[in-house]
């Protein structure tokens, strides 16, 4: 967290977001196509969209909060501080946030709670007075009863009304040697670590004795002391999961208790979907862990404007298949929600923008507005198309990445009444456009759906080895009014 992760990328136009029939349009009403096989029993435990999405930083005015709306954003993350950053005679001061403290922290997370935005707390990190490591807060504390007198007097106030902060994440990206070359992580140094060049550092022997010993541990029990939860200090994707495992399960020889059953949320950065799916078996799906959070995605990656609406339809997907029973389960947070960069989520203004990313998210939420629900009937696609389905409100949406000309998906065993009076649309996952209806046909017959669709030739992709384009197709039925 808070690192320097800027470079220059290509500035894409933005297109106008056309309205989306998804969610009505001017002078039409829609009706749900009605799929009550997959539906059935999943309303009392409807998920949406909304609840997985989330970012680094806070909304900072009215505006911003109207732009967080209009994405899905409905999680932030920040730091608490300063502490005692000086000597341990300052007074304890925990009202600030922000890369120098320097926001009102009870404002914003009052703001937060007035605007449904729930508010993750990052604990960290050492006061250079205290750093084992001389001069250096990213390594253990010497007192670790100043740790604690930090941690207390943050979670002691924000749990509490009227702030009533429910999870808090204990250090950012604790690890030792990193599969990159790195001998130390770069958020966790030790005794051998070189200021001047990371590489010419030694690697740090101790580093998950001591984390799980002096920062976790101490930590946790206090989070837990005022019936919050725990939440991971998210593992670095160059840490790798068989180590990640290995500091879980580490049995601390001090209190004999694993770093696992202090964790409530477990959290890494930067890995794909399909990488969550060994943590989810080892420790979700029957506990201990109640959930499974990234608070780290993005940056970069956001150069492709697939990246974001592919990472989260395919999260909600994966979610709705792994018994998603509580809202707060599964989160993933975009880092970072604005700045300069052209792949931010949005352009810091005055006035501020939408980049292609936030635009993607805007799509995205007016797209899949609604309660979700898995589609459980397989998907077959033509050549030179991909792609996965979920039920919004009980209407379909396949999102689907295809190359340029017309392609074809076929979904079997959908009940012919179910598709009575349906038809399809086609909308551009990056601008939202809707494509001429002639651009997207529905017929069914024998059980089976098939949708035969044009994709254009100027995709919205930007991989220029493999052009594709990224869209969703909407199955909805529709009446005039």
Same mark, same amino acid.
């Given at each position: ?5 800027? /470079? ?69 993350? @920040? ?109 966790? %140094? ?25 920062? %976790? ?6 989070? /837990? ?13 160059? @840490? ?13 020889? @001090? ?13 890494? %950065? ?35 404007? %697939? ?40 352009? /810091? ?53 295809? !190359? ?57 992709? !930007? ?12 199955? /909805? ?5």
């Amino acid at each position: 967290m808070y690192r320097n992760r800027s /470079r220059q990328g290509r500035r894409r136009a933005l297109k106008t977001l056309a309205a989306l029939a998804c969610v009505g349009l001017p002078g039409m009403r829609t009706t749900p196509v009605a799929f009550a096989a997959d539906a059935a029993g999943k309303q009392r435990e409807a998920r949406r969209m909304t609840d997985m999405i989330g970012t680094n930083g806070w909304p900072g005015s009215d505006a911003d909060i109207s732009m967080w709306r209009a994405m899905g954003i409905s999680w932030g993350r @920040g730091s608490v501080g300063p502490g005692q950053p000086d000597s341990a005679k300052q007074a304890m001061r925990v009202n600030g946030t922000g890369n120098a403290y320097d926001s009102d922290l009870p404002s914003v997370i009052l703001r937060n709670n007035a605007n449904g935005i729930r508010s993750l707390l990052f604990l960290g990190y050492t006061p250079k007075w205290n750093a084992s490591v001389p001069g250096d807060s990213k390594s253990a504390p010497v007192d670790v009863d100043a740790w604690q007198r930090y941690v207390e007097a943050v979670v002691s106030k924000y749990s509490k009304p009227p702030y009533n902060v429910r999870h808090f994440q204990i250090w950012n990206e604790a690890a030792g040697r990193l599969s990159g070359g790195l001998p130390q992580a770069t958020f966790w %140094h030790g005794p051998k670590f070189d200021r001047d060049e990371e590489k010419r550092s030694g690697p740090y022997e101790r580093a998950m004795q001591d984390y799980v010993d002096k920062i %976790h541990l101490p930590a946790a029990r206090i989070v /837990r002391k005022y019936g919050a939860y725990i939440v991971y200090g998210g593992w670095p994707d160059q @840490g790798g999961l068989d180590t990640y495992v290995k500091w879980l399960e580490y049995r601390s020889a @001090g209190s004999n208790e694993r770093m696992i059953d202090w964790v409530d949320y477990l959290d890494t %950065h930067y890995l794909s979907v399909g990488d969550l799916d060994g943590l989810y078996q080892r420790y979700v799906k029957q506990g201990p862990a109640r959930g499974l959070w990234q608070t780290e995605i993005g940056d970069r990656y956001m150069e492709d404007p %697939h990246y974001l609406p592919r990472y989260f339809f395919e999260f909600a997907v994966w979610a709705l298949d792994r018994n998603w029973d509580d809202p707060d389960k599964y989160v993933t947070m975009v880092y970072h929600w604005d700045g300069y960069e052209p792949y931010r989520l949005t352009h /810091r203004g005055p006035p501020r923008t939408y980049n292609p990313s936030g635009r993607s998210l805007v799509v995205l939420n007016k797209t899949v507005p609604g309660l979700l629900a898995p589609f459980s009937k397989p998907l077959r696609f033509g050549p030179q198309a991909k792609g996965s389905a979920l039920l919004s409100d009980s209407g379909i949406v396949i999102q689907v990445s295809a !190359a340029p000309g017309w392609r074809t998906v076929e979904a079997a065993g959908v009940e012919q009444p179910s598709l009575d009076g349906a038809e399809v649309l086609f909308i551009d996952a990056v601008t939202g456009a809707v494509a001429p209806r002639e651009d997207a046909t529905l017929t069914s017959n024998s059980g089976a759906l098939s949708i035969r669709f044009r994709v254009p030739a100027a995709v919205n992709g !930007a991989d220029r080895k493999s052009p594709a384009h990224l869209a969703y197709l909407v199955v /909805r039925r529709q009446k005039t009014t």
